[in-house]
């Protein structure tokens, strides 16, 4: 199997054609079979959305849709949340698309803020990467490597 090299389409970056993403800006290289990979992702077939979005929660909370165990639920008590691959992570998950230290979300009263710290595929709100701070509102999406994740302000 030969390595050829593409552009990035966002910086212009000369990549390897096995890397998904850039080096350099960290913008997705390709997508595979036409999907776009911060596009919808099919639920599996067991998963019961209505019974869990209608799930008690008391305080702001992140809960995995998808990438892991579909419907864990982390709280987001006030102060900073880690969320990443180190299993020292208030939030853990565990896989390779995940930084060891991916992002945080910082919670003061019912202001909360996700930042990115600077991972290498990136954090997405609503499809939308990131850069630095994003307040979080009701029912956002979020997308942290392979995961999914709804938040919920309680």
Same mark, same amino acid.
């Given at each position: 199997?030969?390595?050829?090299?593409?552009?990035?389409?966002?910086?212009?970056?000369?990549?390897?054609?096995?890397?998904?993403?850039?080096?350099?800006? &960290? /913008?997705?290289?390709?997508?595979?079979? +036409?999907?776009?990979?911060? %596009?919808?992702? @099919?639920?599996?077939?067991? =998963?019961?959305?209505?019974?869990?979005?209608?799930?008690?929660?008391?305080?702001?909370?992140?809960?995995?849709?998808?990438?892991?165990?579909? &419907? /864990?639920?982390?709280?987001?008590?006030? +102060?900073?949340?880690?969320? %990443?691959?180190? @299993?020292?992570?208030?939030? =853990?998950?565990?896989?390779?698309?995940?930084?060891?230290?991916?992002?945080?979300?910082?919670?003061?009263?019912?202001?909360?803020?996700?930042?990115?710290?600077?991972?290498?595929?990136?954090?997405?709100?609503?499809?939308?990467?990131?850069?630095?701070?994003?307040?979080?509102?009701?029912?956002?999406?979020?997308?942290?490597?392979?995961?999914?994740?709804?938040?919920?302000?309680?």
């Amino acid at each position: 199997m030969s390595v050829g090299l593409i552009s990035c389409p966002t910086c212009g970056a000369r990549q390897s054609d096995a890397h998904r993403f850039c080096s350099e800006c &960290g /913008a997705l290289l390709r997508v595979e079979g +036409g999907v776009d990979a911060t %596009g919808p992702m @099919p639920l599996p077939g067991d =998963f019961d959305t209505a019974e869990w979005k209608h799930a008690a929660v008391n305080e702001p909370a992140l809960a995995v849709l998808s990438g892991g165990p579909s &419907g /864990a639920v982390f709280s987001i008590p006030e +102060g900073t949340v880690t969320i %990443g691959r180190s @299993p020292s992570s208030d939030v =853990f998950l565990d896989d390779v698309t995940v930084s060891r230290q991916h992002a945080n979300v910082e919670r003061r009263g019912d202001h909360v803020v996700l930042q990115d710290l600077g991972s290498l595929n990136g954090t997405y709100v609503n499809r939308r990467r990131i850069d630095g701070g994003e307040a979080l509102e009701n029912g956002d999406e979020l997308q942290i490597g392979k995961f999914r994740l709804t938040y919920f302000s309680g």
